[in-house]
């Protein structure tokens, strides 16, 4: 059986000790001698479960396992050279054993290669054997187990609600791990980086042109690669400013518009107005970008006599403004309308205008929620990527000028990870690095917002 | 408070100056009431701006040219073994039926180079197109029948007016002799524009009039059934556990912190954890809509939690407590009361989730799936692109029809984006109760 037929198999499995187990503890509950302390089908559940589980975790420790083990087993067959190499020269010959595996012919091979293929072969035949054996052992015997417990005094229930709850814990760590996933994958490649370019050079390198690389390596010169990141974080707040500079007034008055003034029949109408632009998805307002936004603001720019490039950053910063408009007026708004009636009813009393309220008592209330809104935007637009990697251009100018091109952190992981890469390139690593630094800017301000949240909120009532 | 005077004016002189004060706070006022009148008008200008953009350009982008021939087919040229299966009438000369039917529309155009620009006319793909019709319709062969052909990309482009007939013929890429052709050919009745069948049934094509998002959209249905399997049971997980049984621990605050970071990560940071995790380390395949379902579902986890926690939190306490005073266990109350109450809820914020997951581009462009995958993927596990993908790789190619077909595309996205919110809004309305 093929691994997705097993996985059927063990859930078809489960179900028929379900359906038994329950039928036989009604049948033995009916016969009224005894008093079950669970119900039926709390016993069906407990024998499926014994069933499945176990099987199904061999299933998936055979699955993951089995690739990483022959891995290694091949290895036994390289020669000396590979063995003796770094670790492209065992990519490569990884590469080679596969190819002979999934039967794709690229000519002849070397004879340790067609050994190992061989090999290889044989072991994925064994592994299927071995995995139907146990799978289909553990499903049955495991299942016939659970079975055999249904009397009157077993606690199903009981087992089952623990399972349930073991369950439930295991789900809550998947967060867990998902964060250690990111840290550890990013973290490794980024080391890797730091042993080929020193991070002083990374982190104050004012010259990003990792384009070298594999000029570099053919040895045909032509310039040495550099990696240094200040020209992309600095183009990344270029455009991150310019898009503040739109999304900021338009959002923040809209909140206060919306909050303070606007009837419930137009606040209920431009509301979700307003989340639709939250809801088109990013590649949408890149399209935009690149087609509509970038040729306007150049011609613009010509007409007035100013030279414009045609991936400007003013293009990327002012579509992702727009982008970033709903972010900044529903966080606001919020804000705002958490402010306590009494206060502006106090400002009232005293004889204020609304808008001296607003300006006066509700605003610098609001205020610390406000500006960690902004700075959860900001956080946003640094980790937004198709907006720039199809509006924002590639050449990493260091530069202020908001109609120069210039890239992003975002758009240079993008254009390093997409399409085929070297192993073990300081290019391809480069990219974790770029990532690294993301990660520890986006969670930097996020965490700089919530402490502000925390230090300025006023306790109302 | 002895002083009763403000700032040391009498009563009298400060209401005057009060009253002086009145019309410039009036203004102030009614200023201030425009900047956000201004500020909500900016930004729903912008809305309409952007879907105007789509809309004009994407809904030309539904429909293309096709040119109707009268195609004979002759059995001997098409079927020369007469078996009537895909690998006989492979062997047919399809190009050269179309070609003559062609020709005979065209007057029969004297000359090679005569008879090379009428061949650019039609589309590459119309020999494809027209063994389809046979092997649809094989009591047809041998008579002659009218058969629609789409036109070459550069012809839909010049039959649309994007291209002038007064631009010198060195800068345009249709010839005079072409557009001698074209002109002929409609004259006869026999181009029209029709809604595009290669944009909804097609697959992913370097030729702009053959392109089409059916790969991309059943590789997005695909991913999507991954990551809503994945992220739905542990999202609802999560959030029960955390919200009904969870000791106020360390673990637990770690689990909660953990959520929240996860929510604020780029998500192109989840694409490279996918890269680095399943596509290097576990060894799985480039560009499988398994190793994408799984990247979104780990990404809108957060989102799937936050509002199911909330969901879960809105359920009033007083429903647990009858259950548990007649005597249902903990787990009991969950899953007989509180989890069918709050599963409107759940429900809308999974489904505002894979909104989301629909629309994300980046973390798959991470992971490979921006490879030109010309089939339709039959399972999680063959190779496949999605609908923002294909969007992203046609945004690049220059043709002039490319931009249609990616507004077309963008359409097709938006409105599957407006009908899974418009379904939760929907959702929340009918099923949400008030406690």
Known sequence: ?461 | MTDHTYRGLDPQQAAKRVAASISLRKSKETRFVWLGKTAVAIALGFLVLLFAGILTKGIPGLFQYYVTLDVQLDAQQLDPSGQMTVESLAGGDFDGVIRESLYEALGNPEGRKAKREARRLISSGSSQRLMTYVLDNPAQLGSTVSVQFAVDDDVDTFLRGLISRETPEADRRVSDQLIEYIDALDAQGRISYQLSDYLFFGSASRDAEMAGIRGALVGSILTLAVCVVIAFPLGVATAVYLEEMAPKNRLTEIIEININNLAAVPSVVFGIMGLAIFIIIFGMPRSIPLVGGIVLALMTLPTIIISSRAAIRAVPPSIRDAALGVGASKMQTITHHVLPLAMPGMLTGTIIGMAQALGETAPLLMIGMVAFIVDVPGGVTDPGTVLPVQIFMWADFAERMFVQKTSAAIIVLLAFLISMNAAAILLRKKLERRW
């Open chain 1, 1 to 461: 059986m093929s691994f997705s037929n097993l996985m059927l198999a063990i859930f078809v499995v489960g179900a028929l000790y379900f359906i038994v187990g329950q039928r036989v503890a009604l049948a033995r509950r009916s016969i009224g001698s005894e008093k079950f302390h669970s119900l039926p089908h709390y016993h069906g559940t407990w024998a499926a479960i014994t069933s499945v589980f176990p099987a199904l975790s061999f299933l998936l420790i055979i699955v993951i396992g089995k690739d990483l083990l022959f891995q290694f087993w091949a290895s036994d067959y390289f020669p000396e050279t590979v063995l003796n190499g770094d670790a492209v020269d065992r990519a490569i010959a990884l590469a080679k054993v596969s190819n002979v595996v999934n039967g794709i012919d690229f000519g002849e091979v070397e004879p340790w290669v067609q050994s190992a293929g061989d090999a290889w072969i044989r072991w994925e035949t064994d592994a299927m054997v071995i995995a139907n054996v146990l799978v289909l052992a553990a499903s049955l015997s495991g299942g016939y187990l659970g079975y055999r417990k249904i009397n009157a005094s077993f606690r199903a229930r009981n087992n089952v609600e623990r399972f349930l709850r073991w369950m439930l814990i295991g789900s809550s760590l998947v967060a867990i791990l998902t964060t250690v996933g990111i840290v550890l994958s990013v973290l490794f490649e980024s080391i890797r980086f730091f042993k080929l370019i020193p991070p002083q050079d990374f982190l104050f390198g004012l010259e990003w042109n990792p384009q070298f690389e594999g000029a570099e390596r053919a040895g045909s010169g032509g310039g040495t690669a550099t990696y240094g990141m200040v020209p992309m974080f600095v183009g990344t707040f270029l455009i991150s400013a310019i898009a503040l500079t739109v999304a900021v007034p338009v959002g923040l008055f809209s909140a206060i518009y919306l909050a303070e003034y606007a009837t419930p029949r137009v606040r209920g109408i431009v509301k979700p107005l307003l989340e639709i632009l939250a809801g088109v998805p990013t590649v949408v307002y890149g399209f935009f970008a690149a087609l509509t936004v970038a040729p306007f603001v150049k011609s613009l720019g010509e007409s007035m006599g100013i030279e414009v490039a045609s991936e400007s950053a003013l293009a990327a910063g002012l579509v992702m403004g727009v982008m970033i408009i709903p972010f900044i007026s529903s966080l606001s708004d919020d804000v705002i309308n958490a402010v306590p009636q009494s206060l502006r009813d106090a400002a009232y009393g005293l004889g204020s205008t609304r808008s001296e309220a607003v300006r006066q008592v509700v605003l610098p209330a609001a205020l610390p929620g406000i500006v960690a809104a902004v700075i959860l935007a900001v956080s946003r637009a640094v980790g937004e990527t198709m907006i720039v990697v199809m509006a924002a251009g590639l050449a990493a100018n260091l530069s202020f000028n908001p109609l120069d091109a210039v890239t992003t952190v975002t758009s240079q992981i993008v254009t390093i990870l997409v399409g085929d890469q070297e192993f073990e390139s300081a290019k391809t690593l480069s990219a974790f690095a770029l990532a690294l630094m993301l990660i520890i800017t986006t969670l930097a301000l996020n965490y700089f917002a919530l402490q502000i949240v925390k230090k300025y909120r006023e306790q109302y009532d």
